[in-house]
């Protein structure tokens, strides 16, 4: 059975940094792209980031551009989110999932478009 785990949340200040790991069991995801995801309190799942397959490609939401770097090892099977100059507004429960189709060559970023989601890790940003 598939399974995507997440870790490395936590509480910090604003302006400090987590990193943040998803490990893949079960299978695996070296031919699918993965995609990071948050959800706040109250409000939508939400986008984050997007990594190519083969990790050559990255895409990002506009409000963590030049701050989140989504990085992948397949020998791992884990893929990472580093997370810097953290904001109160970045407080979510972070998710990763991979994309439902394999070897595909763009990003995508709807909820629907992934598949194989973990429980989630709880990151916290003081002000």
């Known amino acids: 059975q598939a399974q995507l785990v997440e870790s490395g949340g936590g509480l910090v200040q604003a302006g400090g940094s987590l990193r943040l790991s998803c490990a893949a069991s079960g299978r695996t995801f070296s031919t699918n792209a993965m995609g990071w995801f948050r959800q706040a309190p109250g409000k939508e799942r939400e986008f984050v980031a997007a990594?190519?397959?083969?990790?050559?490609?990255?895409y990002y939401t506009d409000s963590v551009k030049g701050r989140f770097t989504v990085s992948r090892d397949n020998a791992k099977n884990t893929v990472y989110l580093q997370m810097n100059n953290l904001r109160p507004e970045d407080t979510a429960v972070y998710y990763c999932?991979?994309?439902?189709?394999?070897?595909?060559?763009?990003?995508?970023?709807?909820?629907?478009?992934?598949?194989?989601w973990g429980q989630g890790t709880q990151v916290t940003v003081s002000s």
């Open positions: 999932a991979a994309d439902r189709v394999t070897l595909s060559i763009g990003l995508v970023t709807k909820v629907s478009d992934y598949d194989d």
């Open positions: 990594i190519g397959w083969s990790g050559g490609t990255t």
